[in-house]
């Protein structure tokens, strides 16, 4: 019992008999009966530990690699994380552009059938004034009043067509700026997901 080894070997298997019950008591009859001197004791306590603490160290090196592992699966799950939220955010702006785009179309397309309306009312009312002229143009053929109502019903005429047109033209102006619109929303909704 005088070795050294054979003193730690004893006292660390006292140790784990000891630990299933929580009360040292194998280590006490260990240290009473077959390591008596004090110090024997004191060399024999210091190896015990030291061997306890390269053991704890041991453990210590196990327990921080698989804290490693762990904080990199935590990275790894936040930029998927990351990812998934930048995609969402980039497919709601596109949505948000095509929608912006679909409206510019349908305000467009009713603003052209709103001028495509006027123009064909307008062109109807100057059909309905022009049978009415021609009636009253039979009724005073040759008469002087009637060349200068001529006149003036034929510069009538003209400026109504060409109000029609015009009306035309602002329609499909409006549908290309409204285009436009739509497709510089759409554009910008891009840029800003990127």
């Known amino acids: 019992m005088r070795s050294q080894d054979v003193a730690i070997n004893v006292l660390t298997a006292a140790k784990d008999v000891d630990?299933?019950?929580?009360?040292?008591?194998?280590?006490?009859?260990?240290?009473?009966?077959?390591?008596?001197?004090?110090?024997?004791?004191m060399h024999t306590q210091l190896a015990v530990t030291l061997a306890d603490q390269k053991y704890m160290e041991k453990?210590?090196?196990v327990v921080q690699k698989d804290l490693a592992a762990v904080e990199g699966k935590i990275q790894e799950r936040e930029v998927k994380v990351k990812s998934i939220m930048g995609d969402h955010q980039v497919q709601k702006l596109h949505r948000r552009g095509e929608e912006w785009k679909q409206l510019g179309s349908l305000a467009a397309e009713e603003a052209a059938a709103v001028a495509a309306r006027t123009s064909q009312a307008t062109a109807e009312e100057l059909q309905r004034l022009l049978q009415k002229l021609s009636v009253f143009t039979d009724q005073l053929k040759d008469s002087e009043t009637l060349k200068a109502l001529r006149e003036k019903t034929l510069e009538a005429a003209a400026q109504?067509?060409?109000?029609?047109?015009?009306?035309?033209?602002?329609?499909?102006e409006a549908k290309e700026q409204l285009e436009a619109k739509a497709?510089?929303?759409?554009?910008?909704?891009?840029r800003s997901a990127a």
Not at 163 to 170: P, W
């Open 19 to 41: 630990k299933g019950t929580g009360v040292p008591i194998a280590e006490t009859l260990v240290k009473a009966f077959l390591l008596r001197g004090n110090a024997d004791t």
């Open 160 to 172: 109504a067509q060409k109000a029609a047109g015009s009306a035309m033209d602002s329609a499909a």
């Open 59 to 61: 453990e210590l090196a």
């Open 183 to 190: 497709t510089d929303a759409l554009a910008q909704a891009s």
